[in-house]
């Protein structure tokens, strides 16, 4: 089993920065690619950045330039750090690894979700 766990959301004026860590633990083999998902009100869960295991960061487009995805694979550790936060930033963040363990099984796990309330 795996799991993964965020910290670092909270509420932030706008301009302002947060930013988020997610550790995996558990039967960690390999961690394959890492990601930060968001889910606003009425809204679906959608792809804010990801990066893969060799450190390729992609990001949406609403976020490029103000939000940077990084990894320790040492600690596989993904962050998230948001600069120049804005209101419709609000969501709530998910955390998201694709996991190989020590039997070759892979899998893909999500965190239990940090809220970011950006205010205007």
């Known amino acids: 089993q795996v799991q993964l766990v965020e910290s670092g959301g909270g509420l932030v004026q706008a301009g302002g920065s947060l930013t988020l860590s997610c550790t995996a633990a558990?039967?960690?083999?390999?961690?394959?690619?890492m990601a930060w998902y968001r889910q606003a009100p009425g809204k679906r869960r959608a792809l804010v950045a990801g990066?893969?295991?060799?450190?390729?960061?992609n990001y949406t487009d609403s976020v490029k330039g103000r939000f940077t995805i990084s990894r320790d694979n040492a600690k596989n550790t993904v962050y998230l750090q948001m600069n120049s936060l804005k209101p419709e930033d609000t969501a709530v963040y998910y955390c998201?690894?694709?996991?190989?363990?020590?039997?070759?099984?892979?899998?893909?796990?999500w965190g239990q979700g940090t809220q970011v309330t950006v205010s205007s």
């Open positions: 998201n690894a694709h996991v190989m363990d020590y039997i070759g099984m892979s899998g893909e796990y």
């Open positions: 990066i893969t295991g060799d450190g390729s960061a």
């Open positions: 558990g039967s960690i083999f390999d961690i394959n690619s």
